[in-house]
Each structure stands twice: as structure tokens, then as C-alpha cells.
């Protein structure tokens, strides 16, 4: 058998950094994902949590556009870059109808920078060829890229230079995709930030109804979504547009599995030989077995409703469970997997190298959390190392008196914005961020969990107990909560890199 975990690297974790040709090789095509394709949706916006997916599908829109239509413009920009610029129009920014026009002049400018560009305009020294309020009735009921490129010719009239090679090139786009990526990234629960947050939307409604030939394509936090849309009426007409990453078991076999085929035929190596009946699921389960032990151990302190009542479950179960339904945290957990397997030279990822290295995997998802969310509070990494040493599960009772004595005594965490001491301020924020979750469980001892973005109502009532819900840390933050087992794992982790060098 050939020791093909010697071999592969599981591929990039960060669709930012990946090539076109890398991201196409392993890229999970979920059936929802087909929409985000048609350029008759005009406006679809898709949320999900910090390493599910979302800058991948953006990136993988991009690649698929370009390729199926070259007459198609596509702008790739990060939240960030739409919002940098100074106001345009002229005053204090106080109403909603404000914000909601000044969005809109952003979404032209961006596209009508992209085109300048291209046509070899500096825009930063040529500001005169940004589109003003005064520019707008120029371009209703038009082809966007069209309009916009009359109104650089008539800047170009003016003495500014541009080719006309380029221009004639730009005027042949047909259509326009705007891709926004993390379109919230520094976003606090302030009713500033949600009002300005919110108008966008309103915008994008309003600039798709004025223009032709365009798409817009947005990405934002699960969580966010979830709070803004409580705070705006306005959002009720964009729920039909609204979208969530979500990965089944089936979805992560297939993550893995095709994380293996493509670093496999990238090495040149042989792929197992399956018969043509075999259906997909099975096939992926002969790829993972290369690199997996098929069935590891999962006892019952970590099981989980999804997994059943059985000690033996596949492995790519018990990824997707330590991973947090995370594509990202999966791929970080296998490398780390890897590497406890090949020190001990093995040919096959086992439950006993998982659990070698599960209280550094933790450490690095705290890390994570810490980083994702440091800007709402910036005591997080506080408020998650107060929890070392307590009980996995517990009634809402214990784990307010467990922040009240951990916590509150000892410090007030400013929480965007606003400080406090309050166990239920500082347990809901907890809740929010996914560090603990909800769980309901039912009389056969079966249970199920519930996030923030499914119940954003819990935590938050003075005179009930949220029907006696079960509070519980997520596993894979677990190990790294108890000093002894990150002990440990530290220890395994700087062995093998002794032995390796």
C-alpha cells in the first residue's frame, strides 16, 4: 500500500492565497452554490461563520464568470475597499436616506474606478472623473459599464488621457459582477454601525432597480446578519435574497476526499481504482481510507446527535464535529494530524493522533476567536481563559455564577462599546461569538444544539430561563481549557519538532 499521507499537504486554507487552477482542483460544488451563478439573481447576499466558506465561493464566482463569458466584468473587492473613501456627498451623513445615497454613489464610483483603470486613468490624480450626484440621471435605465463609459470619454475630452485601444475594450463588457467580500468585517453592535450596515442593502435594491447588466454578490458574518436584520424593518424585502453556507457530513466527506484526490494527481501518485457503479459517497470513503483509519473511537462525553448512539464513527465525522463545520479548521486539524502521524510513522491518521494534538488545535481556535472578535471586546481572550477548568455542560444558573465569580468579580469587559458586569451581557456575547452553545435535550437522552444565528432571543429575557436550555463549551475549544491536557499537547508538539530537526 502506498504511504500516501507521506506525500500530501491537504492544500491551501485560505482561498486568498490559492491560485484559480488549486481552488477549481478541490472546490466543493454545493447544489445552492449554482445560483449564486445565474446573472439573472441580481442581488444575493450569503452569510456564514469566520472559515465556512464564503471568500471561496466569491472567488470561485470570479473564476467561473470569467471563463463561461469574457464580455463579463468582474470586480473582486473586500468590504473594506467600498468604504474607505471619503463621503461624496457634501454635509454630515445623519439620515438613513442619506446613507442609502451615499452607498449608492460608492457602488458607480467602484465600478467607474475599475473601468478607469483599465482604460490606463490615474484616478488618483484625475478626480474628476469619479461620479458625482449631478452625474446620476445619466445613467438610469442604462447599461452600467455603457454609461459609465461615456462619462469617462467626456472627461477624456477634457484633456485627460486614456487609450482608445482600452476603451473600445471596456465598452464590450456586456455585464458586471460586484463581488463584496466580509462586507462587515469591523462590525460592532452599535445602532450607528447597524444603521450604516443595514442602508447598504437598501442601496444595492435601489442601484440594481436604476441600472442594467449587473450582480451583486455580498458575503457577511452569520451573526451580524442575524443582529441587523432585528434592528432594520427595512431588511424584510431583502430576506428572499438572503443565503447560508451550511456543510452536511455528505458535504465534508466530500471536502476531504477531494482534498486528497487533488493533491494526489498534483504528485503524479496512482488513485485507487473504483468501478463505475460505485456511487460518489462510497468512492470519496475509498479515497479518505488512504489517509484515514476508516472508523475511529468517539466516546460518549463528546457525542453529538448527528453522529448516533455508536463508540465507532467514520472519521470524517468526527472532523466535521472538531472542526466546528468549519472547511478552514478542517483542513488546519488534518495538518496537524498529519504531522502527529508521520512522527510516529504511520500510514494512516488515527483517533490516537486527533486526540495527541486536539488541546493545540484548541489553543489555535481560541486564537482564532480571539482574533475574529477582538475589536468587540477587547478583554475576549479574558472572558474565554476565565472558563479554564469548567464543566463542559451547565444549567444557565451555573454558568452565570460561574462568570459572576470568574468574571465579574474580577473585572468589567467593555462590550462594543458599552462596559459591564452583568453574567447575562457577558453570556450572551459569549453565546454570539460561538464559544458556548445552546442545547436542548429530550426525554430518550438524545439533544440538539441551537447558535445564536438560529436563536438570537436566548440569553436575553430577565424573568425566564430560556426553557431550562443546557448551556455547553464546543468541543473544539474543549481540550484547550484544561491546563493539563494543553500541557500535553504542547509537549507532543515540541517532541516532534525536536525529533524532526
Not at 477531494?258 to 504528485?267: E, F, P, T
Not at 459572576?404 to 462590550?415: A, D, Q, V, Y
Not at 445552546?438 to 440569553?459: C, N, T
Request: charged letters at 30%; one cysteine or more; proline letters at 3%.
Amino acid at each position: 500500500m502506498q504511504n500516501v499521507l507521506k506525500s500530501i499537504e491537504f492544500g491551501n486554507e485560505a482561498a486568498d492565497d490559492t491560485s484559480p487552477k488549486e481552488l477549481e482542483s478541490y472546490f466543493v460544488e454545493q447544489d445552492a452554490f449554482g445560483t449564486f451563478l445565474n446573472p439573472d439573481k441580481k442581488l444575493l447576499v450569503v452569510h456564514a461563520r469566520k472559515g465556512v466558506g464564503k471568500s471561496a465561493l466569491l472567488k470561485w464566482t470570479a473564476i467561473k464568470q470569467r471563463k463561461v463569458n469574457p464580455e463579463t466584468l468582474v470586480i473582486e473587492c473586500r468590504g473594506s475597499d467600498i468604504a474607505r473613501d471619503k463621503p461624496i456627498t457634501s454635509g454630515s451623513i445623519l439620515s438613513p436616506n442619506d446613507q442609502i445615497s451615499e452607498w449608492m454613489f460608492r457602488l458607480f464610483n467602484l465600478v467607474n474606478r475599475e473601468l478607469a483603470e483599465l482604460a490606463g486613468i490615474d484616478v488618483a490624480n484625475h478626480q474628476s472623473v469619479l461620479v458625482r450626484p449631478t452625474d446620476l440621471a445619466k445613467f438610469k435605465n442604462r447599461n452600467l459599464t455603457e454609461a459609465l463609459c461615456d462619462h469617462l470619454q467626456s472627461m477624456i475630452a477634457n484633456g485627460i488621457h486614456a487609450s482608445a485601444e482600452a476603451l473600445a475594450r471596456i465598452k464590450s463588457y456586456k455585464h458586471t459582477w460586484i463581488l463584496i467580500d466580509d462586507l462587515d468585517a469591523t462590525y460592532q453592535n452599535t445602532p450607528t454601525e447597524s444603521i450604516s450596515l443595514a442602508t447598504f442593502f437598501s442601496a444595492c435594491r435601489y442601484f440594481l432597480q436604476d441600472v442594467k447588466g449587473v450582480s451583486v454578490r455580498v458575503t457577511m458574518r452569520t451573526d451580524v446578519w442575524a443582529m441587523i436584520r432585528r434592528h432594520d424593518e427595512s431588511l424584510d424585502k431583502m430576506e428572499q435574497y438572503v443565503h447560508e453556507i451550511l456543510w452536511s457530513q455528505r458535504d465534508f466527506l466530500s471536502l476531504l476526499a477531494s482534498r486528497v484526490k487533488a493533491s494526489m494527481i498534483a504528485l503524479g501518485l496512482e488513485l485507487p481504482h473504483v468501478p463505475s457503479h460505485v456511487q460518489r459517497m462510497d468512492a470519496d470513503e475509498r479515497l479518505l481510507q488512504l489517509v484515514f483509519e476508516p472508523r475511529m473511537e468517539w466516546g460518549s462525553e463528546y457525542r453529538v446527535e448527528s453522529l448516533g448512539p455508536q463508540r465507532e464513527v467514520e472519521a470524517y465525522k468526527i472532523f466535521y464535529t472538531l472542526s466546528y463545520e468549519r472547511p478552514r479548521w478542517a483542513i488546519q486539524l488534518c495538518k496537524l494530524a498529519r504531522e502527529s502521524a508521520l512522527n510516529h510513522h504511520a500510514i494512516r491518521i488515527t483517533k490516537d493522533h486527533i486526540d495527541e494534538i486536539w488541546g493545540e488545535y484548541g489553543a489555535q481556535r481560541i486564537a482564532d476567536l480571539v482574533a475574529e472578535h477582538k475589536h468587540q471586546c477587547r478583554q475576549v481572550d479574558e472572558l474565554l481563559n476565565a472558563f479554564r477548568g469548567a464543566n463542559r455542560l451547565m444549567t444557565r444558573d451555573e454558568l452565570f455564577n460561574w462568570i459572576r465569580n470568574r468574571i465579574s468579580n474580577h473585572l468589567e469587559p467593555r462590550i462594543e462599546g458599552v462596559s459591564t458586569r452583568s453574567p447575562r451581557d457577558i453570556a450572551q456575547f459569549l453565546y454570539r461569538i460561538g464559544f458556548i452553545l445552546a442545547r436542548s435535550e429530550r426525554p430518550d437522552r438524545s439533544y440538539e444544539h441551537y447558535r445564536f444565528d438560529q436563536m438570537p432571543d436566548f440569553l436575553t429575557s430577565r424573568t425566564d430561563d430560556d426553557f431550562g436550555l443546557k448551556w455547553e463549551i464546543h468541543p473544539c475549544y474543549r481540550e484547550a481549557l484544561d491546563i493539563q491536557k494543553l500541557n500535553q499537547s504542547h509537549k507532543e508538539r515540541f517532541g516532534r519538532l525536536r525529533k524532526r530537526y
